[in-house]
């Protein structure tokens, strides 16, 4: 299944620690979003990245969160010194580079706890 | 469904029942809708999308109506199975932009 990947699945971390998530996105796929998640609500746009280059964060906290996709490897969202607040989903969304359409397609998530 | 508090709309039906889940968005310059399921603890799955050139649009047992006058959307599943329960959302995006704004979601719960 080349969907897209996601790890950890689940991370727990106490108060003060950093948190990194990572995202694959689907082979062929060039542009990856983040999404937070918090319990019984919607999916919440956080940043959209492609290569190299941030394409829009506004959806980012201004502060202990960051988001990267380097030209090789994973998407990583980085969470420092995390707070009971930061716990939720994080669902990573990949898609094609945008002139090819505009569906999104994403991963299975990874569930943060902070204790 | 309408938002209710802090808990999700939720629409029960009978298996074997048609389900219609409602929709509504706020930008009237939105042109691109895509439906999305999601089953508990995973991430949301595809169903079926529309443009905003189109009223209708039809997959396997699941039909999306577009209304841009009143700015609603539906999704219709026809003979609703359990394996249907899950929450779904819609999510409209402008031209401008790709990237998807997702409403609150609906939790569908069928009984056998």
């Known amino acids: 299944n080349a969907g897209v990947m996601q790890n950890p699945r689940h991370l727990v971390r106490r108060r003060g620690q950093e948190a990194r998530l990572r995202c694959s996105p689907m082979?062929?796929?060039?542009?990856v979003y983040w999404y937070r998640q918090l319990p019984e609500e919607g999916l919440k746009f956080m940043v959209y990245?492609?290569?190299?280059?941030?394409?829009?964060e506004s959806g980012m906290p201004k502060e202990r969160f960051s988001a990267e996709f380097p030209k090789e490897g994973p998407s990583i969202l980085r969470i420092q010194q995390v707070v009971r607040g930061d716990s939720a989903a994080y669902f990573c969304?990949?898609?094609?580079?945008?002139?090819?359409?505009?569906?999104?397609?994403f991963g299975e998530g990874s569930w943060l706890t902070v204790v | 469904g309408e938002s209710v508090g802090l808990h999700l709309p939720t629409l029960s039906v009978q298996e074997g029942d048609n389900s219609i889940i409602n929709c509504a968005y706020s930008n009237s310059a939105s042109d691109y809708f895509i439906w999305y399921k999601q089953e508990s603890g995973k991430g949301p799955q595809f169903i079926i999308d529309?443009?905003?050139?189109?009223d209708k649009r039809q997959g396997q047992r699941v039909t999306v109506l577009l209304n841009k006058t009143v700015k609603h959307l539906s999704l219709q599943i026809a003979a609703t199975q359990p394996g249907d329960s899950a929450v779904y959302f819609c999510a409209e995006m402008t031209g401008g932009s790709y990237i998807p704004t997702f409403g609150r979601g609906t939790s569908l719960i069928v009984h056998p």
């Open positions: 082979k062929g796929h060039s542009h």
């Open positions: 969304a990949s898609s094609p580079p945008a002139s090819a359409g505009n569906t999104i397609y």
């Open positions: 990245l492609q290569k190299e280059n941030i394409i829009d």
């Open positions: 529309i443009r905003s050139n189109m």
